[in-house]
C-alpha cells in the first residue's frame, strides 16, 4: 500500500501508541486519520436503534425525533464528538456526560437496551472502517476505542461493559440476532429520520437517500426492519467500487491537518454561527443551575 508520507508517519504512530494514550489514539482515529468514514460509522450507528422495537417504541414515545429530526441527529452527533475532542474529563464533557445521565433519566429500558445503545457507537462506525476506510484500524486503535467507550459507559453507569472490542462484537451481533424485528414505531422513526440523510447530498441524488441508506447498511434484515426499499448485488458493487476509487485517491494526499471537529464551532446549516453547550440536547431536559454556558462556550 502506498502512501503519502504524512498518512504513512500517522499510521506508524497509531500502530505503536503507548498504552495511557488511548484517549488521543482514539481522537487521532475519529478526526484525522479514518475521519470521514468513522463519520459515517456513527450516523449509520444512529438508525440501528429503530430496528430494536423496544427501543423504538421508547424514542416514539419521547417524540423528540419526530418533532425535531434535524436537532436530534446533529446533536447526538455533537455530544460524542464533543467527548472525542475534548475528552471525557474535561470540562466540555463532563457538561456533556452530565447531559447524557439527565436526557435518559427515568428512560425505561434493560440494563442490555442501554449497553446495546451504546455499543452501536463502538461495533458499527468500526466494522465500517475495517470494510471501507482507506486503511485498516490498528490493533491499538480498536483497543482505544474500546477503553473509550467503557469509561463512558461507568460515567453513565451502564453495568456489563465489555473487557475488549472482540467481547463488544459478541454482545453486539447476540444482542441484534435476538432483538432486531420491526415494528410501526421504528418505520416511522426511520421515515422520520431519512430526510436529515437526504438534506446533506447533493440534489440530484436525494430521491435516493432511503436507497442509499439500505446500500450503505447491507443487510436485509436492518432493511426490512427499518422498511427501507431492498437493494441488489448491482446497487452494493456501484458503492464498492466508488469507495475504491476515493480511498485509491485518499492515499496518495497528505494527511488532513485541520481536525474534522472542532468544537463550538459552525459546521451544519442547523448551527451555521456554531453553538454554545446550553444548546445542545432536547429542549425539554433543563441544564444544572450551576451551569453558565459562557463558561464552557
Same mark, same amino acid.
Given at each position: 500500500?502506498?502512501?503519502?508520507?504524512?498518512?504513512?508517519?500517522?499510521?506508524?504512530?497509531?500502530?505503536?501508541?503507548?498504552?495511557?494514550?488511548? /484517549?488521543?489514539?482514539?481522537?487521532?482515529?475519529?478526526?484525522?486519520?479514518?475521519?470521514?468514514?468513522?463519520?459515517?460509522?456513527?450516523?449509520?450507528?444512529?438508525?440501528? $436503534?429503530?430496528?430494536?422495537?423496544?427501543?423504538?417504541?421508547?424514542?416514539?414515545?419521547?417524540?423528540? +425525533?419526530?418533532?425535531?429530526?434535524?436537532?436530534?441527529?446533529?446533536?447526538?452527533?455533537?455530544?460524542?464528538?464533543?467527548?472525542?475532542?475534548?475528552?471525557?474529563?474535561?470540562?466540555?464533557?463532563?457538561?456533556?456526560?452530565?447531559?447524557?445521565?439527565?436526557?435518559?433519566?427515568?428512560?425505561?429500558?434493560?440494563?442490555?437496551?442501554?449497553?446495546?445503545?451504546?455499543?452501536?457507537?463502538?461495533?458499527?462506525?468500526?466494522?465500517?472502517?475495517?470494510?471501507?476506510?482507506?486503511?485498516?484500524? @490498528?490493533?491499538?486503535?480498536?483497543?482505544?476505542?474500546?477503553?473509550?467507550?467503557?469509561?463512558?459507559?461507568?460515567?453513565?453507569?451502564?453495568?456489563?461493559?465489555?473487557?475488549?472490542?472482540?467481547?463488544? /462484537?459478541?454482545?453486539?451481533?447476540?444482542?441484534?440476532? @435476538?432483538?432486531?424485528?420491526?415494528?410501526? /414505531?421504528?418505520?416511522?422513526?426511520?421515515?422520520?429520520?431519512?430526510?436529515?440523510?437526504?438534506?446533506?447530498?447533493?440534489?440530484?441524488?436525494?430521491?435516493?437517500?432511503?436507497?442509499?441508506?439500505?446500500?450503505?447498511?447491507?443487510?436485509?434484515?436492518?432493511?426490512?426492519?427499518?422498511?427501507?426499499?431492498? @437493494?441488489?448485488?448491482?446497487?452494493?458493487?456501484?458503492?464498492?467500487?466508488?469507495?475504491?476509487?476515493?480511498?485509491?485517491?485518499?492515499?496518495?494526499?497528505?494527511?488532513?491537518?485541520?481536525?474534522?471537529?472542532?468544537?463550538?464551532?459552525?459546521?451544519?446549516?442547523?448551527?451555521?454561527?456554531?453553538?454554545?453547550?446550553?444548546?445542545?440536547?432536547? +429542549? $425539554? +431536559?433543563?441544564?444544572?443551575?450551576?451551569?453558565?454556558?459562557?463558561?464552557?462556550?
Amino acid at each position: 500500500m502506498n502512501l503519502h508520507p504524512t498518512l504513512a508517519d500517522s499510521l506508524l504512530r497509531q500502530e505503536t501508541p503507548s498504552p495511557n494514550d488511548w /484517549e488521543a489514539t482514539f481522537r487521532t482515529m475519529v478526526l484525522y486519520d479514518l475521519a470521514a468514514d468513522m463519520e459515517l460509522g456513527f450516523f449509520l450507528s444512529y438508525y440501528r $436503534n429503530f430496528a430494536i422495537p423496544s427501543i423504538a417504541a421508547t424514542l416514539y414515545r419521547n417524540g423528540e +425525533i419526530q418533532k425535531r429530526p434535524m436537532k436530534r441527529s446533529y446533536d447526538t452527533a455533537i455530544v460524542i464528538y464533543e467527548l472525542i475532542a475534548t475528552g471525557l474529563d474535561s470540562d466540555r464533557g463532563q457538561h456533556m456526560v452530565a447531559l447524557l445521565n439527565r436526557a435518559h433519566r427515568n428512560v425505561p429500558g434493560s440494563p442490555d437496551d442501554y449497553l446495546y445503545v451504546l455499543l452501536t457507537l463502538l461495533v458499527v462506525p468500526i466494522r465500517w472502517a475495517q470494510r471501507h476506510a482507506w486503511r485498516q484500524p @490498528t490493533e491499538a486503535e480498536l483497543a482505544a476505542a474500546s477503553r473509550f467507550f467503557a469509561e463512558l459507559g461507568s460515567r453513565m453507569n451502564i453495568q456489563g461493559m465489555p473487557k475488549s472490542y472482540a467481547q463488544a /462484537e459478541r454482545f453486539f451481533d447476540q444482542y441484534e440476532a @435476538t432483538h432486531v424485528s420491526s415494528s410501526a /414505531e421504528g418505520q416511522k422513526l426511520m421515515d422520520a429520520t431519512v430526510q436529515v440523510f437526504q438534506s446533506r447530498l447533493p440534489l440530484p441524488l436525494r430521491p435516493f437517500a432511503a436507497r442509499l441508506v439500505s446500500v450503505m447498511l447491507a443487510d436485509h434484515r436492518l432493511v426490512d426492519a427499518l422498511g427501507l426499499p431492498g @437493494t441488489g448485488q448491482i446497487s452494493q458493487a456501484v458503492l464498492e467500487s466508488m469507495l475504491a476509487i476515493r480511498n485509491s485517491l485518499r492515499r496518495r494526499l497528505p494527511l488532513n491537518r485541520k481536525p474534522h471537529f472542532t468544537p463550538g464551532k459552525a459546521g451544519s446549516s442547523l448551527y451555521p454561527g456554531g453553538y454554545s453547550l446550553d444548546q445542545i440536547g432536547p +429542549i $425539554n +431536559i433543563p441544564a444544572p443551575s450551576t451551569f453558565r454556558s459562557n463558561e464552557l462556550s
